[in-house]
């Protein structure tokens, strides 16, 4: 049926988004974590560098995301952005300081103010995937149905703080394992090793935290529980341990290219198998897909113009991809981040 298919292009839009706008989040998170300004020089100019061929590219999939929940769903759309409001809206605001944060940090020169900026960039780069992680985490619990209103217990319990500090870890982990394959690019030795560790460090939080999250949905979002625990979901979810294991090897083999495909294959797995567990709901166990789609004859003009967006915009987006991932659109050398470190700002020499 037509509101299934536009269930699978929501889902695949939603694995995109946490994929790429996800190695984006996990770099600003290493950014937070990368130290003072002398110990943290080198990592955050790579991590400048890496980002700013994509990063603005990377919100057009939250776009899509929200069109398609209004326009396919618009019960879906009505019910989460009414019980959820609170937390995507704090997830709203990180997003525009984000952006605003890291446009400023580069062109401002002075220190007392590159600095707040940069804590602005970082601090919403932890707080706005935590925030839409709680939000996915609150709606797997049942606690949402079509008119419910807002309250604190929808988002903040216990399965929304774990999807929140995974979907974290998982943004951290795609954000280490890209900046290994740049700094690898860069000749930069020293921050392969660097971030290297980081990535194997992410996939350790992440094991502990799925471990967790499994003890803690038993009993709190038991529906998702069982379909990621069982069939096709546990099927899936096995796919991805064995990608991230696989994401840990070629990082230890310096394979990066491989190594950047399994990182987005392990995610995109899980998000498909969430989205997979929770069926035929879009919100368990109260709002099934055909209950929440909108008129049969919008749902077939979105899939038209679904299919127009994706032949127009899509062989850019790859191609940016492709330029962005090959060192094409943001030439750096290993020097630059030398003389960077040894405060001499390249871009003044």
């Known amino acids: 049926m037509i509101e299934d298919v536009v269930a699978w292009v929501l889902l695949a839009a939603v ?12 770099a600003g998170f290493w950014d937070l974590v990368a130290g003072g300004p002398e110990r943290g020089k080198r990592p955050r100019w790579l991590i400048d560098h890496a980002m700013e061929p994509v990063w603005e590219t990377n919100n057009v999939w939250l776009i899509f995301i929200l069109v398609i929940m209004w326009t396919g769903f618009p019960v879906l759309f009505q019910t989460v952005f009414t019980a959820m409001w609170l937390p995507l809206a704090l997830a709203a605001v990180g997003l525009v300081l984000r952006g605003a944060g890291f446009a400023l ?13 940069g804590a602005v960039f970082a601090l919403s780069s932890l707080l ?17 149905a079509p008119g419910t209103k807002a309250s604190a217990d929808a988002w903040a319990n216990g399965t929304s703080v774990i999807a929140g500090l995974l ?8 954000g280490a394992v890209f900046l290994t394959a740049d700094a ?13 560790l980081r990535a194997w460090c992410s996939l350790g939080v992440i094991a502990v935290l799925a471990v967790i999250g499994l003890a803690v949905t038993h009993d709190d979002a038991r529906y998702v529980h069982d379909g990621l625990t069982g069939g096709i979901g546990l099927a899936l979810v096995l796919i991805a341990v064995v990608s991230a ?7 230890y083999r310096t394979a990066t290219g491989w190594a950047r495909i399994t990182a987005v294959g392990s995610v995109a797995l899980v998000v498909v198998a969430w989205g997979l567990a929770q069926r035929p709901y879009l919100i368990p166990t109260s709002l099934t897909v ?5 008129a049969s004859t919008t749902l077939r003009w979105l899939m038209l113009v679904t299919v127009i967006a994706v032949v127009l915009v899509g062989p850019p987006l790859v191609l940016l991809y492709r330029l962005d991932t090959r060192g094409a659109l943001q030439p750096l050398t290993d020097a630059d981040l030398r003389r960077t470190a040894s405060g001499r700002d390249p871009e003044n020499l």
């Open 184 to 196: 690898r690019r860069f000749d930069a030795a020293d921050l392969v090793g660097y971030f290297r």
């Open 290 to 294: 055909s209950e929440a789609a909108g």
């Open 245 to 251: 294991l696989a994401t840990a090897g070629l990082l």
């Open 15 to 26: 694995a995109a988004y946490a994929c790429a706008g996800g190695a984006d989040y996990g």
């Open 128 to 144: 706005t995937p935590f925030f839409l992680g709680a939000a996915v985490g609150g709606l797997a619990t049942g606690r949402v």
């Open 167 to 174: 979907t974290i870890a998982a943004t951290a982990f795609l």
């Open 105 to 117: 940090r580069k062109p401002t020169r002075r220190l007392a103010r590159r600095r707040i900026v």
